[in-house]
């Protein structure tokens, strides 16, 4: 008997997956120049928008308020979340399947969600801090300061942080000894989770439980913030200025709502075999669409950012 659980252990380590495949969209694959092109125009321009909010808001001390500086918190995330898939997503339509170790994969899933988790973080906060400005202008200045704000960017991380890397560890203790395509562009832990040999119910249930915390929890602030928005700009006397409160709010919900939508509908349910074929389109909603509206919505229409934009264009001139 003994002998036998010795060779089982044996065959299993032989056996233990050291890579994945991942898999991409390869009914489209045909069109793969197309779609790498597409994809590396949006990803090169959500990069520079992103990279440009952070850059004139820590250039230019006016732009140094609560407001701003949680904004390039939610640049930088940006930047580094779809910097995080959206390389290996240009390889795979440029050379079809690629392969990627165990620890990359893993590395991949952690920083993914990790990232992930302080956008939506980051916008609740963003959220508290307009419901603030917008409904408590009086208190603001002595609520919503600078050593304030820091302090829930630096919360946001640290949760995010806490939350994501005990769920990793956990995935990264089950077994894999069996199938290693994963059908994503990138390592989803759901789609792990699925090709793991181990039972994996309590890991799914403790996947399921973190990922619904992050989202609705960071939800319900953010609804509550601008139920309120829109009561306050519902009592507001002129018919101009709420029209424009209205348009600006109305932006800020559509990118929410796309967020929220995809983010429910790929990682909210209990089993993970109801969305491994219907996942990858929904991804690319957080992972392209959004990331390039953020940069616009959030802050290049605003005016105070323009008006920074033209004086550091000023700048350059008058040294040229």
Request: hydrophobic share 50%.
């Amino acid at each position: 008997m003994a002998n036998k659980m010795d060779i089982m252990t044996k065959v299993r380590n032989d056996t233990t997956v050291q890579e994945f495949i991942l898999e991409g969209f390869p009914a489209v694959q045909h069109l793969g120049n197309v779609l790498l092109l597409v994809h590396l125009l949006a990803y090169l321009a959500s990069v520079m928008g992103n990279m440009l909010i952070i850059t004139i808001t820590w250039a230019d001390h006016r732009l140094q308020t609560p407001m701003y500086i949680l904004l390039s918190s939610f640049s930088f995330c940006e930047c580094g979340f779809i910097t995080t898939v959206i390389p290996k997503l240009l390889v795979i339509f440029l050379l079809g399947r690629q392969t990627i170790p165990f620890a990359d994969c893993l590395t991949q899933a952690f920083s993914f969600l990790f990232l992930g988790a302080t956008i939506f973080f980051l916008m609740a906060a963003m959220s508290f801090d307009r419901y603030l400005a917008i409904c408590k202008p009086l208190h603001y200045p002595s609520i919503m300061n600078l050593r304030i704000c820091f302090l829930l960017v630096v919360f946001c991380y640290a949760l995010s942080f806490i939350i994501i890397t005990g769920l990793v560890v956990k995935v990264s203790q089950l077994s894999f000894c069996g199938p290693n395509v994963i059908p994503h562009f990138f390592c989803d832990l759901g789609s792990l989770i699925h090709l793991s040999c181990s039972d994996t119910r309590s890991t799914e249930i403790l996947a399921f439980g973190l990922i619904s915390f992050i989202l609705f929890s960071s939800l319900v602030v953010t609804i509550i913030a601008y139920s309120n928005i829109v009561v306050t700009i519902m009592r507001l006397s002129s018919a101009k200025e709420r029209q424009k409160a209205f348009s600006t709010c109305s932006s800020h919900l559509i990118v929410l709502s796309l967020m929220y939508g995809s983010c429910v509908f790929i990682y909210v349910k209990p089993n993970q075999m109801d969305r491994l074929d219907s996942n990858k389109e929904a991804a690319l909603v957080n992972t392209v669409v959004t990331p390039l509206l953020n940069p616009v919505i959030y802050t290049l229409r605003n005016k105070q950012v323009h008006q920074a934009l033209r004086d550091a264009l000023f700048r350059v001139n008058l040294h040229k």
